[in-house]
């Protein structure tokens, strides 16, 4: 996502700009009581501005100009290097202190995936991080990254870490950003659902391209990014402006009923639920929560209406299986999964599922 940043050389001292104004005072043969003089500025205030102690004003620089015959703008443009060389310097310090935060973020993959460049130096590293997450401190990361506004779906089984958990999001939120989207519009949302419904009996060559285009006229972003160990979340919805949300989807499971599930829940939390409400993991059974179960109950049914269940249970063999496949224009899979939902019978008619993989990006 992005290249190698090349980071120029960055001292850790500042020269302040009174060095360069006493240079240039010698070089003119004047004393400091002299440029005092020409300049109306104390002997007690040109010292400060030696050391650094007093900035460099603009009405100081348009003085220094009259005097010394050295444009106001460079004094300036001094100026305004060296404080901006100790603001630097102090933040440089101050995230000394938060080095070991790093180890709570899956830098490596983050490495690996390009979506930061590889640093020897901690601090860098560190300020690299920052980037990635739009944030400028530990501090605002946990402001924004702790509690994500997003609904996202997972295993009640596994916990996640916040570190990989906000990674993987924040890779969604830049994919999804860059992907051209019209303004929401719910109706039309909710139409193109059902055409993407339709796009389950086709490869993934197909309904990817297919889906991100429906989705995008709608004001939806498809975001699909690989799962990140560490964060065994299979979606997750949220608005990236009042006009344009996300929907982001990994292939946790691999199987095609898992992702047509994981995405139609997705699409519930967009249609349905408040712009502003956060939807939070806190460790309970997402079914127990409002929000989630009228989501699963959505994906459910628009995937298979529940008049079709007793069939489904009914199923004895991949021919049955097949056959109500065909009369719903669905995926096999998909009616495996309902198949085993209804019976709890995990193992049966897999060879059915559709295997969903990450293709290889060219080298």
């Known amino acids: 996502m992005t290249a190698k940043r090349q980071n120029p050389f960055e001292p850790d001292y500042a020269v302040p700009p009174g060095a360069t104004l006493e240079e240039t005072m010698e070089s003119l043969g004047m004393s400091q009581r002299d440029l005092s003089g020409r300049t109306g500025l104390t002997v007690q205030t040109l010292n400060r501005i030696f050391k650094g102690e007093q900035p460099i004003t603009y009405e100081t620089a348009n003085r220094l100009e009259l005097v010394t015959g050295v444009e106001a703008a460079f004094w300036n443009n001094l100026e305004t290097q ?29 490495v690996r995936r390009q979506a930061i460049p590889a640093e020897t130096d901690k601090v860098d590293l560190l300020r690299e991080v920052f980037r990635f997450y739009g944030v400028s401190s ?8 702790d509690q994500p506004a997003a609904a996202a779906r997972r295993s009640p089984f596994l916990k996640s870490s916040p570190g990989a958990t906000s990674a993987w999001l924040r890779l969604g939120q830049l994919e999804a950003r860059g992907i051209e989207c019209a303004p929401y519009d719910k109706k039309r ?7 993407i419904r339709a796009l389950t009996t086709q490869p993934p060559a ?25 964060a065994p979340w299979s979606g997750a919805a949220e608005w990236l402006t009042p006009a344009k949300a996300m929907i982001l989807l990994n292939l946790r499971g691999k199987s095609d009923d898992k992702f047509w599930f994981s995405f139609f829940h997705e699409a519930s939390h967009i249609l349905h639920d408040s712009k502003k409400e956060r939807f939070i993991d806190d460790g309970r059974d997402y079914r127990n929560q409002r929000e989630e179960k009228r989501a699963d109950e959505f994906a459910a049914n628009i995937l ?54 990450w293709a290889r990006k060219s080298p």
């Open 189 to 195: 949302f909710s139409d193109n659902l059902r055409r």
């Open 138 to 145: 530990v501090e605002a990361w946990h402001a924004v990254w």
């Open 304 to 357: 298979i209406p529940p008049a079709h269940n007793p069939s489904i249970k009914a199923a004895r063999s991949a021919a049955d299986i097949k056959r109500i496949a065909a009369d719903l224009n669905l995926s096999p899979g998909i009616v495996v999964g309902r198949f085993q939902f209804l019976t709890q019978k995990w193992t049966h008619f897999n060879g059915l599922k559709g295997k969903l993989e």
């Open 206 to 230: 197909d309904f990817v391209p297919s889906m991100r285009r429906l989705c995008a006229e709608a004001g939806v972003a498809l975001a699909l990014v690989p799962e990140i160990p560490g």
């Open 82 to 110: 060296y404080r901006q060389q100790l603001a630097k310097i102090e933040q440089a310090a101050q995230l000394q202190a938060h080095i070991a935060w790093l180890k709570t973020i899956p830098v490596r993959e983050l």
